[in-house]
């Protein structure tokens, strides 16, 4: 009986004790899966946020990058219509320039006085006969072609570089008549060389040359 009585106490205690066990084990396994599940919706939190996060930078990064491709554009098209429209005002300049070439009939024959009584003075000092490029020099600013030519060269100047090559022509025919009259062979070659070069010069900035005969 008292045998029985303690298996009995023994089996109770047994069960007693596993179901304790159990229970803890399930609390634990309760506990942990409540953790692991905490920690996967705080891990998801934090990919959600994480994406949003990129989402929005590579949304700010494409707007920023439209924008700039936006005024880049803009840009373009500014430079291509000041570019086109410098293109009609140069071809403007053109037709209107070649207008009054085409019209200054009486000035290409003073044009063409000056390249015929040049070419005398050239061969002139060419054969060191001083005295004939003296004759059709004359006093140099005084004489008729001379002055019919700044004639021709006024109307027909139309920029700075024009200019400047009609004040290096008369600058250095002013130094042949000089050199000339002085009977310095060495420095008229000089001096008729420069002055022929600046006219050359002159004909070509004004579209001139070729249509002058003897240049």
């Known amino acids: 009986m008292a045998k029985s009585l303690l298996c009995s106490s023994t089996l109770t205690s047994f069960f007693?004790?596993?179901?304790?066990?159990?229970n803890n084990q399930i609390a634990c396994s309760s506990g942990n899966?409540?953790?692991?599940t905490s920690s996967l919706s705080w891990n998801r939190r934090e990919l959600s946020l994480g994406f949003?996060?990129?989402f929005l930078a590579v949304g700010l990064v494409s707007n920023e990058r439209r924008?700039?491709?936006?005024?880049?554009a803009i840009l373009e098209a500014d430079d291509d219509e000041e570019l086109l429209e410098k293109v009609k005002q140069d071809r403007k300049k053109?037709?209107?320039r070649q207008a009054v070439l085409n019209s200054a009939v009486k000035e290409k024959g003073y044009l063409q006085d000056l390249v015929y009584?040049?070419?005398?003075?050239g061969q002139a000092i060419e054969k060191n006969d001083l005295p004939a490029a003296s004759l059709v020099l004359g006093n140099g600013s005084d004489t008729e072609w001379v002055k019919t030519a700044n004639l021709a060269f006024t109307k027909l100047?139309?920029?700075p570089e024009e200019n400047s090559e009609v004040e290096t022509f008369n600058s250095s025919l002013a130094s042949l008549v000089t050199s000339v009259n002085k009977n310095d062979v060495e420095s008229s070659k000089l001096a008729f060389v420069s002055s022929a070069s600046a006219f050359e010069k002159w004909s070509s900035l004004t579209g001139l040359l070729g249509q002058l005969k003897g240049i």
């Open 16 to 22: 007693s004790s596993s179901t304790s066990s159990r």
């Open 33 to 36: 899966i409540k953790n692991q």
């Open 52 to 54: 949003m996060s990129t």
């Open 67 to 72: 924008s700039r491709d936006a005024n880049a």
């Open 94 to 96: 053109r037709i209107e």
């Open 117 to 121: 009584n040049l070419s005398k003075v």
């Open 157 to 159: 100047s139309a920029s």
